[in-house]
Structures are given as structure tokens and as C-alpha cells.
């Protein structure tokens, strides 16, 4: 079982190509400033198999993937479950004889992940590690804050991510998706700051209230 917050597919914003998007439920970090904050909590009730999830994005990306990223939530705060999704990909990708790469963010210090939790790393082509500081805005692709690097894992992750490494941010625009489930509204992407209360002002402005933000609680 895994404890998952919200799938998306597919995702642009977060890792080159389109891309699966899954964020687990659970983070015992909690960042100061942090976006997702509605994935911190601990819920039993987000638990699913794992053989569940895994034919789920069998199914939503029949028609072919770049690469899925995950995230959170904290993934490694889930180590055995992690370890169980990416032997699944690992062994979905190998058996379809597909080229995807799987991308996965960390707030845990990079030399933490190395001593602790090595064989998870093999089992990764590429990983954003480090705790995210607001007070460092983020400079290159897909890292929230500055401090915040690219680690490539794999032959695979080297290939992939190798143009992106000292990439500035500058050089493409800013994306944000944006994702109706419901009566929710939710966001994919890394906003620069102060870039999510802009949009509750704007929104608000056009009459649509956000009742409750993931980015304060």
C-alpha cells in the first residue's frame, strides 16, 4: 500500500516531456513556505495498492510517456512503498520496452538520501533533493529554491537531464497547469514567490474564492 495525495497525467511542468504526476500523502519535514501543505498530514483513508496505481498509469498513458515524477508529500517517508512503485515501473518500462524516466523530489538533504537510502537512489534515473528555502527563489528548471540541484542517477537520467543541469530559468517561460477535479481547483508547477496569492487575488476579483489554499493552513 501507498499513500497517495493526487495522480495527474499528463504532466508538463515538472520533468521534460508529458509525464505521470504523483504526490503521496504524508511529509514529516514541513518546509516553511511550502505549496503543498495539504499533503503533509498523515491519511489512512488516501491508502491504495500499489498493483492498483500501477494500472492506473498503465491506462492513462497507453498512448506512450516521457516520464514520471513524484513527489509529495515526502516519498521517502514511505521507503518500502516507494521501493515496491519504482520496481513496478522499473519492471512495467522493461517489459513494454518503453524509455521513460522516473524523476523523483526529496526534501531531505542529498548526503542524507546517499547514507540512508542508496538502494532507493538505483532505482531512480534523476532526483531533486534538499529542503525547500523560500528565501531562495528559485533559479533553474523545476526546483523550487535555489539550493535545490539536479542529481542525475542513471545512464538513462544523464541522457534525459543533462541539457537542464545549469539551464537558467529564464531561457523558457514559466508554466503553470491547472487541473478542475470537482469542486476543487489544483496547480501543477513551481510558482516563483507570492506567485499563488496573486492569483487568489485575481481570481477573487473575478468573483471565485478560494475557501481553502494549500499553501497556508
Same mark, same amino acid.
Given at each position: #500500500?501507498?499513500?497517495?495525495?493526487? +495522480?495527474?497525467?499528463?504532466?508538463?511542468? %515538472?520533468?521534460?516531456?508529458?509525464?505521470? $504526476? %504523483?504526490?503521496?500523502?504524508? !511529509?514529516?519535514?514541513?518546509?516553511?513556505?511550502?505549496?503543498?501543505?495539504?499533503?503533509? =498530514?498523515?491519511?489512512?483513508?488516501?491508502? #491504495?495498492?500499489?498493483? *492498483?496505481? &500501477?494500472?492506473? !498509469?498503465?491506462?492513462?498513458?497507453?498512448?506512450? %510517456?516521457?516520464?514520471?515524477?513524484?513527489?509529495?508529500?515526502?516519498?521517502?517517508?514511505?521507503?518500502? +512503498?516507494?521501493?515496491?512503485?519504482?520496481? $513496478?515501473?522499473? =519492471?512495467?518500462?522493461?517489459?513494454?520496452?518503453?524509455?521513460?524516466?522516473?524523476?523523483?523530489?526529496?526534501?531531505?538533504?542529498? =548526503?542524507?538520501?546517499?547514507?540512508?537510502?542508496?538502494?532507493?537512489? +538505483?532505482?531512480?534515473?534523476?532526483?531533486?533533493? *534538499?529542503?525547500?528555502?523560500?528565501?531562495?527563489?528559485?533559479?533553474?528548471?523545476?526546483?523550487?529554491? =535555489?539550493?535545490?540541484?539536479?542529481? %542525475? &542517477?542513471?545512464?538513462?537520467?544523464?541522457?534525459? @537531464?543533462? +541539457? @537542464?543541469?545549469?539551464?537558467?530559468?529564464?531561457?523558457?517561460?514559466?508554466?503553470?497547469?491547472?487541473?478542475?477535479?470537482?469542486?476543487?481547483?489544483?496547480?501543477? $508547477?513551481?510558482?516563483?514567490?507570492?506567485? #499563488?496569492?496573486? &492569483?487568489?487575488?485575481? !481570481?477573487?476579483?473575478? $468573483? &471565485?474564492?478560494?475557501?481553502?489554499?494549500?499553501?497556508?493552513?
Amino acid at each position: #500500500m501507498i499513500s497517495i495525495n493526487k +495522480a495527474h497525467y499528463p504532466v508538463t511542468v %515538472l520533468g521534460p516531456g508529458r509525464r505521470i $504526476g %504523483l504526490w503521496v500523502q504524508g !511529509c514529516s519535514i514541513g518546509c516553511k513556505g511550502c505549496i503543498s501543505q495539504d499533503t503533509w =498530514a498523515d491519511d489512512p483513508e488516501r491508502l #491504495m495498492p500499489i498493483a *492498483e496505481l &500501477l494500472a492506473w !498509469c498503465r491506462d492513462v498513458a497507453a498512448g506512450g %510517456l516521457d516520464g514520471v515524477t513524484i513527489s509529495g508529500g515526502e516519498p521517502f517517508d514511505q521507503p518500502e +512503498a516507494l521501493a515496491a512503485l519504482l520496481q $513496478g515501473l522499473r =519492471a512495467w518500462r522493461r517489459q513494454a520496452g518503453l524509455d521513460f524516466d522516473l524523476l523523483c523530489y526529496s526534501g531531505y538533504p542529498l =548526503a542524507t538520501l546517499r547514507k540512508r537510502q542508496a538502494p532507493l537512489l +538505483a532505482l531512480l534515473d534523476a532526483l531533486i533533493p *534538499e529542503p525547500f528555502v523560500e528565501a531562495r527563489p528559485a533559479s533553474e528548471p523545476w526546483r523550487g529554491s =535555489a539550493n535545490q540541484p539536479l542529481v %542525475l &542517477l542513471s545512464a538513462r537520467g544523464r541522457r534525459r @537531464y543533462a +541539457a @537542464y543541469l545549469r539551464q537558467p530559468l529564464a531561457l523558457g517561460p514559466k508554466r503553470i497547469q491547472a487541473v478542475v477535479d470537482g469542486d476543487r481547483v489544483w496547480y501543477v $508547477g513551481i510558482p516563483a514567490r507570492g506567485d #499563488m496569492e496573486r &492569483l487568489r487575488a485575481l !481570481c477573487a476579483v473575478r $468573483g &471565485l474564492d478560494f475557501s481553502e489554499v494549500s499553501w497556508r493552513q
